[in-house]
């Protein structure tokens, strides 16, 4: 057995990069350093079922399996031939397959879009608005005093984003957990909350309130109400106190706050009250992103359009308008009428009624395992997965970008080399048909 070091996880946001992968021949048998969930990515979880050939569904409804020429070849037909592809995912693929998908977005007119559009779209709106005051992970191990997470549970969905930035002892903060306060707000008593110095129970889709209310409490005006969204009064104002003492504090933020009431307007007043407190001492914010690269996708398709997410190549010329142009946008409205789905499962993860809509047009899955959406899939092209399989690069969370590591052999194609022979028959189908 070979012990692979400094491998990064494809998992979270988190991006760790200490993992030790134990390896038999072509096979990642185990792991050290890695999480649960990290470690069950890298190991093959018995009984799971992995594409290892195209398929394509026949007439009967049933998928078959085919060479790669021949999925490629269909998929180029069904994307050449539809006026308004939409393109969807890419947050679990390298930041060279992304390239290779926003140049066939572009030369196929399409849609493309990834999962921000239903996690951090809103915070990505309100940065747009207001600003992004935010520093990197090393920062936060070496300096800060006052860490709060709002609206999310790292022991669950981020789980060593605890021990590496909070339990961690920092150059300023030789006692690591010690050394820090600890705020959690949320409005379960949750995993994280428990290990928590102060728990705000703050009452569901009342987040706005509670952090319009602190604002004030922190530019020295009174809070008008005796409780604010379930606080007691006091109790903002000894928090407010907590949070303006910080020497270096830092607000980490998620899906309790971009998905609950007010969405965007949530992260835009609390990215406010992250640079106010800057009149006090030094604060900073960084989004819990999800997804290992979904911070990538939106780096890759800004340098490359101009905009992040939500981007329309129908005229030739980049648009972008969420709300009229994501992904839920454009099948609840109908108005795709084929769909390419890449490191993604939408199958999964979104509505009813968009998958009404996936139902009734064709769907390309580049998928390496069974899935709902690939139970949806017309086409399915297996690609070797990034991080085990492949290299490439990935960003983390706060936009720092790590090459992620090839650990073992597969006789599968890429999602950059699918995606550059698709866009290259497709581009042969337009010209023939000019
Ligand atoms: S915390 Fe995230 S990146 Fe780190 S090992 Fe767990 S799943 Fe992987």
Redesign the pocket.
């Known amino acids: 057995m070979e012990l692979v070091k400094n491998v990064v996880?494809p998992?979270?946001g988190?991006?760790?990069d200490d993992?030790i992968c134990k390896v038999e021949g072509d096979e990642i048998v185990g792991t050290m350093n890695?999480?649960r969930?990290?470690h069950s990515k890298f190991v093959h979880t018995e009984g799971a079922m992995r594409w290892k050939k195209p398929q394509i569904r026949d007439e009967n409804g049933e998928l078959v399996e085919t060479t790669y020429d021949e999925a490629i070849e269909r998929a180029a037909q069904v994307l050449a031939k539809s006026k308004r592809p939409l393109m969807y995912g890419w947050s679990c693929t390298d930041c060279d397959a992304q390239a290779a998908g926003m140049a066939l977005a572009e030369n196929t007119k399409a849609i493309v879009d990834n999962t921000a559009s239903v996690c951090h779209g809103p915070s990505v709106l309100a940065l747009q608005d207001v600003g992004y005051p935010i520093c990197t992970f090393g920062e936060v191990k070496n300096r800060a005093d006052v860490v709060v997470y709002w609206g999310c549970n790292p022991m669950h969905a981020?789980?060593?984003?605890l021990s590496r930035h909070v339990f961690a002892r920092g150059f300023f903060r030789e006692r690591g957990r010690s050394d820090r306060t600890l705020i959690v707000v949320d409005p379960r008593e949750s995993d994280s909350s428990k290990l928590a110095d102060i728990h705000i129970q703050v009452g569901y889709n009342q987040d706005y309130e509670l952090l319009d209310a602190m604002r004030a409490c922190m530019m020295g005006h009174e809070i008008l109400y005796d409780e604010v969204a379930g606080v007691p009064k006091e109790d903002i104002e000894a928090v407010v106190e907590v949070l303006k003492n910080a020497q270096f504090g830092i607000l980490f933020f998620g899906m309790g706050i971009t998905h609950s009431r007010g969405k965007h307007r949530n992260i835009d007043t609390a990215i406010m009250l992250t640079q106010d407190l800057n009149n006090f001492g030094k604060f900073t914010l960084i989004p819990m992103r999800g997804h290992?690269n979904v911070t990538g996708f939106n780096q890759v398709a800004t340098w490359e359009s101009g905009y992040p997410y939500c981007i329309d190549f129908a005229t030739g010329i980049p648009r972008y308008n969420p709300g009229e142009t994501g992904s839920n946008d454009l099948l609840q409205s109908k108005e795709a009428d084929a769909m390419m789905v890449i490191a993604s499962d939408p199958g999964a993860h979104f509505p009813q009624k968009s998958l009404e809509r996936m139902a009734e047009i064709p769907v390309i899955a580049i998928e390496p395992h069974r899935t709902p959406t690939t139970e949806l899939a017309d086409i399915i092209l297996p690609p070797a997965i990034v991080g085990m399989e492949t290299d490439g690069t990935a960003y983390r969370m706060e936009g720092v970008p790590i090459r992620m590591r090839k650990v073992v052999n597969s006789d599968l194609l890429s999602d950059r080399e699918i995606l550059e022979k698709l866009m290259k028959r497709v581009m042969e189908i337009k010209t023939a048909s000019k």
């Open positions: 996880c998992f979270c988190t991006l760790c993992i890695a999480c969930i990290g981020h789980p060593r984003h290992y």
